[in-house]
């Protein structure tokens, strides 16, 4: 589920390591607050300083002049992720975009990283839980070359057979590396019961049997339905002019046909029930989650379960980390995370510790889930939890690199303009009886996964 640091996405984000850092990727999620711009007339100003356009084919355009650093983003996401796959393609998303990489029409991927370089930029693309990303940055006085590279790129893939085939050698690593990490894999068994038949619960990279069948032709087939310019959101973000930019992109973009339209998903229903899953594996650490279906990002209990999460495991004043970690020495690591995404989401608590305390450790885990849906929480955690929040938020945003991804993202999620502001002042509303509240609705029946030594 996002994002570089990325909160979705959804950052969160799921695919690092193929969830091998699955842990930073959803702390990153946790960083992060979901939503977009809603539609706004052509050539408005949205709020926020942010120009919009959208082309007559379909492409939705975002600028944000900022004039303080000589450096410029470039995100360009694209409305197709797992959401849209089965188990049998599962992975195929990513799979695109680590091919596209490797080369396209023009130029061979070593070519691209040259040119990249050649800008004082970096470029990258890859596949998440509700959409896809070609993300670059440079210095801002090379960003029509950079822009140029982002369209050559998402438009003219070489997506030649013999790379794919590499390609698909190279996921396979990546997956038996996730397979034989713990915390890795200890998270995939807790979303695949969470989540069930919905595809929130397939690993980003895929399965060794999903990949086994994905070939070129299939690569090629899921690329262009990804790339049509309905599915298009293109933000930039830096010491740039906004007309030059949206003439450029017009150049670059517009002319790519317009397809049927993107069609939103309709998934099985995600319907988790309280259950306890023990998981055997060679490790030197057990693991524990505890944890449950949570709102999406568009859900009015969004801004109370940031906090109550936040309360949980927000840094080291969280709960978790304070009482099971500092105090009762019971765990190497404890963390809270809440992982909101375009469907429903998930609220997961997180323990490593050593297996001769996993018994311990599990119930300690379990008698703080119970805390927090008995007890009101002080001012104090709730002031302290408010204020990590915000103050993640802000410092998250900081970069034309985040700023961009935020633009686009926001605008793919489709949760309404003005979502930052809203977001600020839904935290600031939350009370000590919201966070009970929702304590005690999302974390009735948790799951529980414990993973084991063998």
């Keep these: 589920m996002s994002a570089p640091s990325d909160p979705s996405g959804l950052g969160s984000a799921r695919r690092a390591g193929a969830r091998t850092s699955r842990l930073r990727r959803l702390l990153a999620l946790a960083l992060a607050v979901a939503l977009a711009a809603a539609v706004v007339p052509a050539g408005a100003q949205a709020p926020g300083g942010v120009r919009r356009e959208r082309l007559p084919n379909g492409v939705t355009l975002l600028?944000?002049?900022?004039?303080?650093?000589?450096?410029?983003?470039?995100?360009?996401?694209?409305?197709?992720?797992?959401?849209?796959?089965?188990?049998?393609?599962?992975?195929?998303?990513?799979?695109?975009?680590?091919?596209?990489?490797?080369?396209?029409?023009?130029?061979?991927?070593?070519?691209?990283?040259?040119?990249?370089?050649?800008?004082?930029?970096?470029?990258?693309?890859?596949?998440?839980?509700?959409?896809?990303?070609?993300?670059?940055?440079?210095?801002a006085r090379f960003w029509r070359e950079l822009l140029g590279l982002v369209a050559e790129l998402a438009l003219e893939p070489r997506l030649a057979p013999a790379e794919v085939d590499r390609e698909r050698e190279e996921l396979l690593a990546r997956v038996q590396l996730r397979d034989d990490n713990p915390s890795a894999h200890a998270f995939d068994v807790f979303y695949a019961t969470v989540f069930g038949p919905h595809p929130y619960g397939l690993p980003l990279l895929g399965t060794r049997e999903s990949l086994g069948r994905i070939d070129a032709a299939a690569i090629a087939a899921w690329y262009r339905r990804a790339y049509e310019p309905e599915r298009l959101v293109l933000a930039v973000s830096g010491q740039v002019r906004a007309d030059e930019v949206l003439a450029e992109a017009q150049r670059l973009f517009g002319s790519r046909p317009a397809g049927p339209g993107a069609t939103e998903p309709a998934p099985p229903r995600a319907a988790a029930t309280g259950r306890r899953v023990v998981v055997r594996q060679p490790a030197q650490q057990a693991q524990i989650l505890i944890g449950a279906l949570a709102p999406p990002l568009d859900h009015g209990d969004h801004a109370a379960v940031k906090v109550l999460s936040t309360v949980l495991g927000g840094g080291m004043a969280g709960r978790l980390f304070s009482e099971l970690?500092?105090?009762?020495?019971?765990?190497?690591?404890?963390?809270?995370?809440?992982?909101?995404?375009?469907?429903?989401?998930?609220?997961?608590?997180?323990?490593?510790?050593?297996?001769?305390?996993?018994?311990?450790?599990?119930?300690?885990?379990?008698?703080?889930?119970?805390?927090?849906?008995?007890?009101?929480?002080?001012?104090?955690?709730?002031?302290?939890?408010?204020?990590?929040?915000?103050?993640?938020?802000?410092?998250?945003?900081?970069?034309?690199?985040?700023?961009?991804?935020?633009?686009?993202?926001?605008?793919?999620?489709?949760?309404?303009?003005?979502?930052?502001?809203?977001?600020?002042?839904?935290?600031?509303?939350?009370?000590?009886d919201d966070v009970l509240r929702v304590a005690r609705t999302y974390l009735g029946t948790p799951i529980t996964v414990v993973l084991l030594p063998r």
């Design 63 to 139: 600028v944000r002049e900022n004039p303080g650093a000589p450096v410029v983003a470039v995100s360009l996401l694209v409305r197709m992720g797992t959401r849209w796959e089965t188990a049998e393609n599962a992975g195929i998303t990513n799979f695109v975009h680590a091919a596209m990489v490797k080369g396209t029409a023009r130029r061979s991927g070593g070519d691209l990283a040259d040119a990249i370089g050649a800008l004082g930029g970096k470029i990258s693309a890859s596949g998440e839980v509700d959409y896809s990303q070609v993300q670059a940055t440079a210095l």
């Design 325 to 432: 970690r500092d105090r009762q020495a019971l765990a190497y690591t404890a963390a809270a995370y809440y992982d909101p995404v375009r469907e429903p989401g998930v609220l997961v608590l997180y323990l490593g510790t050593a297996p001769d305390n996993a018994a311990r450790a599990e119930q300690a885990l379990v008698q703080e889930v119970e805390r927090i849906r008995t007890t009101a929480v002080s001012p104090d955690e709730l002031a302290r939890a408010k204020g990590y929040l915000l103050g993640n938020y802000a410092m998250d945003r900081r970069t034309n690199a985040r700023q961009a991804w935020y633009l686009a993202f926001y605008e793919v999620e489709g949760a309404g303009e003005g979502f930052p502001e809203r977001y600020r002042a839904g935290i600031e509303r939350v009370s000590a």
